[in-house]
C-alpha cells in the first residue's frame, strides 16, 4: 500500500512570504491530520479532517494559517504570511478510522523561514 | 487538555543491553497509546501501540506496558542494536466507544535513544 505523500519535501522562504504544502493520504483513508514539529520537540496537532469536514483546529494559529481538504482526498495547508517561529517540519497523517486508531505520517515538509 | 511527559530525554546504552522510556499522561479519559520510532530526517514510524482495556503487550524486542492507575506508560527495548538508535515518541489519544477516533496525538517531548556498539 503507499503511503502518504507530501510535498514539497523542503521550502525556504523569507519572513512575511506565504507558502503552500500539500498532501495526499493513505487510499481510504477518511482522516486527515497536520501536525507542526519543532525542532527537539514532539509533534503538535494543528488540524484534523473526517472526510472534508474540520473535527479539530484547536491549535491552528487561523490569523495565518489555514487549511482545505475540499474532496475528502487530498489537503492542503498553508501559511500567509510567515514568521520566523514557523520554521519546522510540518507533517501531514492519515488514518482509517471505523475502528482502525494506526496514524500513518508522511515524509513532511521541512520550512525555513528566514 | 492532555499533557503528556516523557524520560528520559536521551537515553545512551551499550548494544544488548536493555532500554527503557517511560510516559504519563494526564486526561484519565485517554484510551490509546502508540510509540513512534524517528529516525534523522525521516517520518515518525509506529512501532507498537496499546490500548487501556490491555496491561502489556509485546512484539519480539519490544513491549509496553499500561497502568491506567497511575497514568503512566512505558517502552522496553531488549537486547539493543545500533539501529535502534533514534528519537522514540510517546503518545495518547482518545477513541470513542463507537469505535471511531478523536484522532488527536498529544505527543511527549521525545527521548534520543543511542546504542553503542
Known amino acids: 500500500e503507499a503511503g502518504v505523500a507530501q510535498s514539497p519535501r523542503y521550502k525556504i522562504i523569507e519572513k512575511r512570504q506565504s507558502v503552500a504544502f500539500w498532501c495526499n493520504p493513505i487510499?481510504?483513508?477518511?482522516?486527515l491530520y497536520w501536525y507542526q514539529q519543532i525542532l527537539g520537540q514532539g509533534p503538535k496537532l494543528l488540524i484534523q479532517?473526517?472526510?472534508?469536514?474540520?473535527?479539530?483546529d484547536s491549535q491552528l494559529p487561523k490569523d495565518r494559517f489555514s487549511a482545505e481538504r475540499l474532496k475528502g482526498v487530498d489537503s492542503t495547508l498553508k501559511i500567509q504570511p510567515a514568521k520566523l517561529e514557523d520554521s519546522a517540519v510540518y507533517l501531514c497523517?492519515?488514518?482509517?478510522?471505523?475502528?482502525?486508531?494506526?496514524?500513518?505520517f508522511g515524509p513532511g515538509t521541512r520550512l525555513t523561514v528566514t | 487538555g492532555e499533557n503528556v511527559e516523557q524520560h528520559p530525554s536521551t537515553l545512551s546504552v551499550q548494544e544488548g543491553d536493555s532500554a527503557v522510556i517511560k510516559c504519563t499522561y494526564s486526561?484519565?479519559?485517554?484510551?490509546?497509546f502508540p510509540w513512534y520510532k524517528q529516525e534523522l530526517g525521516k517520518r515518525p514510524q509506529l512501532i507498537i501501540d496499546?490500548?487501556?482495556?490491555?496491561g502489556e503487550k509485546k512484539d519480539q524486542r519490544i513491549a509496553v506496558t499500561l497502568n491506567k492507575t497511575a497514568k503512566h506508560f512505558s517502552l522496553h527495548i531488549t537486547e539493543t542494536q545500533p539501529e535502534d538508535s533514534a528519537v522514540y515518541f510517546c503518545?495518547?489519544?482518545?477513541?470513542?466507544?463507537?469505535?471511531?477516533?478523536?484522532?488527536?496525538?498529544?505527543f511527549g517531548q521525545g527521548t534520543i535513544l543511542t546504542v553503542h556498539p
Open positions: 487510499s481510504g483513508h477518511a482522516t
Open positions: 496499546i490500548r487501556s482495556n490491555v
Open positions: 497523517a492519515s488514518s482509517f478510522d471505523r475502528g482502525r486508531y494506526e496514524q500513518y
Open positions: 486526561d484519565s479519559a485517554s484510551n490509546y
Open positions: 479532517f473526517q472526510n472534508n469536514g474540520v473535527v479539530d
Open positions: 503518545a495518547a489519544s482518545k477513541v470513542r466507544a463507537g469505535g471511531t477516533s478523536y484522532g488527536k496525538l498529544t
